[in-house]
């Protein structure tokens, strides 16, 4: 479960832009908002590094975050939103955090993990396990959204598919998507075909046409009166 509790301190910004944004990863600051309870959002910067502490903790990106604004001694119940990452350098570029209430459920993308497809009978007779959809939503308490969902594929033959469905319930927790939603299949090996080499039967023509045809422009012998017979 992701019931564990970090302490995240942040700032708040003056300003905003992309100027301001650029200028603050320089310094190591992560720009983002945090949204409250129906109240105005506030611009805030967390420094990269503490960023990065919370977030690859136990709690994974549904830890529960106790958000204190730099200057506040009230800690705000909060969780990652959305977040933005840099597409070469992989790092969070930007984040989105929402105020929640404790008491209150949530909705929230939770990954699927596939456990035993090493063990699977349709991969050992050289079939191909592929996970069909990465993740589902799901509506809980914020202490109780899952960090990952794992899913048992080590009973899985040639040609079987789980669904939503096929997940195990947990207490507490509401699956949004629709049941069928294929979540794993075991497909057949596809089969390499060896394609026909044309250049052998050209070959073998041109050898067959040198051996029964007279080379072209000269006469086949016999096709015109032999030399010193008379035609008539």
């Not at 409250?36 to 919370?54: D, N, Y």
């Not at 080590?154 to 947990?170: C, K």
């Not at 089969?191 to 040198?210: I, K, Y």
């Amino acid at each position: 479960m992701a019931g564990e509790r970090v302490k995240l301190l942040v700032q708040e910004r003056e300003s905003r832009g992309s100027a301001e944004s650029r200028r603050l990863r320089k310094q190591g600051l992560v720009p983002g908002v945090l949204y409250g309870r129906g109240k105005t959002p506030h611009a805030i910067s967390v420094p990269e590094r503490e960023l990065r502490r919370v977030l690859t903790g136990s709690g994974g990106l549904h830890a529960i975050l106790d958000v204190v604004v730099k200057g506040q001694k009230t800690a705000r119940a909060s969780i990652l939103k959305d977040y933005q990452q840099d597409p070469i350098r992989d790092t969070i570029i930007h984040i989105d955090l929402q105020e929640v209430r404790l008491d209150q459920p949530i909705q929230a993308s939770v990954v699927v993990e596939l456990v035993g497809g090493e063990d699977a009978p349709g991969v050992k007779e050289g079939g191909v396990l592929s996970q069909v959809a990465r993740e589902v939503t799901v509506e809980a308490l914020p202490m109780e959204i899952p960090q990952h969902l794992e899913l048992d594929v080590s009973g899985m033959s040639l040609g079987d598919t789980l669904r939503l469905s096929d997940l195990p319930e947990r207490e507490g927790v509401a699956y949004l998507d629709d049941p069928e939603t294929v979540l794993a299949n075991v497909s057949a090996p596809t089969r390499v075909e060896e394609p026909e080499v044309e250049g052998e039967e050209v070959e073998g023509e041109a050898e067959e046409g040198a051996e029964g045809e007279a080379p072209s422009g000269e006469a086949e012998p016999g096709a015109e009166g032999e030399p010193g017979t008379d035609e008539g």
